[in-house]
């Protein structure tokens, strides 16, 4: 069963996304973005993605984070299938490229990091 994992996310609450128009109706009241222009303006300008720049180790960890909460490092651990060391490390090099934030013992994505 490949989708346990998949299944127990959207039980804990998190929202299945399909596309940039997804994530916006999540982030933004509906009717202040304009997506069609949002998506013309990124590929004109060759907009960076999430993961963009970084190395194997960090993009697992960062796209294993949550999108809209914080995660403990052992929870991080678990979701990238990295080594605690290895984990450990990205989070660090996250943290200076100013992608992630540490709240307490919990880390998360930083709202304002480039995307």
Do not use: F, Q
């Amino acid at each position: 069963m490949t989708s346990v994992g998949c299944h127990r996310l959207l039980r804990n609450g998190a929202v299945c996304v399909t596309d940039t128009d997804d994530v916006l109706e999540l982030v933004c009241p509906l009717g202040t973005v304009d997506a069609d222009g949002l998506k013309e303006a990124e590929h004109s300008l060759g907009s960076s993605r999430l993961l963009d720049g970084l190395d194997h180790a960090s993009a697992v960890v960062l796209d294993s984070l949550p999108a809209r909460s914080s995660a403990s490092t052992e929870a991080v651990v678990r979701a990238c299938g990295l080594s605690p060391r290895e984990t450990t490390a990205a989070l660090g090099i996250l943290e200076l490229a100013g992608r992630v934030e540490r709240v307490g013992s919990r880390w998360r994505r930083r709202r304002s990091a480039r995307a």
